[in-house]
């Protein structure tokens, strides 16, 4: 794979459309989690200039953070707890509009105001990590990122120890 993306279009879905493969790309053949997990958050950070994007993984029953690309980060997330942890337990991507809202929001950086996490499967169906990424923008996510980065992150579970 080239060091380097190319992402043509204007609207979000059509970023989305020519980032997917590329981001297969980058996981396809890779062995190393770590360099996958780094690499495709950088893809995503690069594409899109969100406040924060990279991983959480599944450990001794808390989410640990992995590779991402942004301001300092939570180290641990309790399972259950804030966006991540909520996504962990309830296996479901979650979009927040408004994290202030959100019950329990554990808040990593002042300035995000927007989230979304995508649970990360296992072949058995078990979240195994996530993909968090937030926005210093209000309500920036919505279904359209929901099915492009399910789609993106499908691959790393090949990746990623059973659970």
């Not at 060091?3 to 997917?20: D, F, M, N, R, V």
């Not at 396809?28 to 993984?57: K, M």
């Not at 909520?86 to 950086?109: E, K, M, Y």
Request: negative net charge; glycine residues 6%; aromatic residues 6%.
């Amino acid at each position: 794979m080239a060091e380097h993306l190319i992402i043509e279009g204007a609207s979000k879905a059509e970023k989305y459309q020519t980032l997917l493969p590329q981001a297969h790309a980058l996981i396809q053949g890779e062995t190393d989690l770590v360099a996958a997990l780094a690499n495709l958050s950088a893809a995503l950070a690069t594409t899109f200039d969100w406040l924060w994007t990279g991983f959480y993984l599944v450990k001794n029953e808390q989410l640990v953070l992995g590779p991402f690309q942004g301001p300092i980060a939570c180290t641990r997330i309790p399972h259950g707890r804030g966006v991540c942890g909520s996504a962990w337990a309830q296996n479901r991507t979650l979009l927040v509009d408004d994290v202030d809202a959100f019950p329990g929001h554990i808040a990593c950086s002042s300035s995000a105001r927007s989230e979304i996490v995508v649970p990360i499967r296992d072949a058995a169906g078990k979240v195994v990590a996530v993909l968090d990424v937030d926005s210093d923008q209000l309500a920036s996510f919505d279904q359209t990122d929901a099915d492009y980065l399910e789609r993106i992150v499908a691959p790393l579970a090949a990746l990623l120890p059973a659970g």
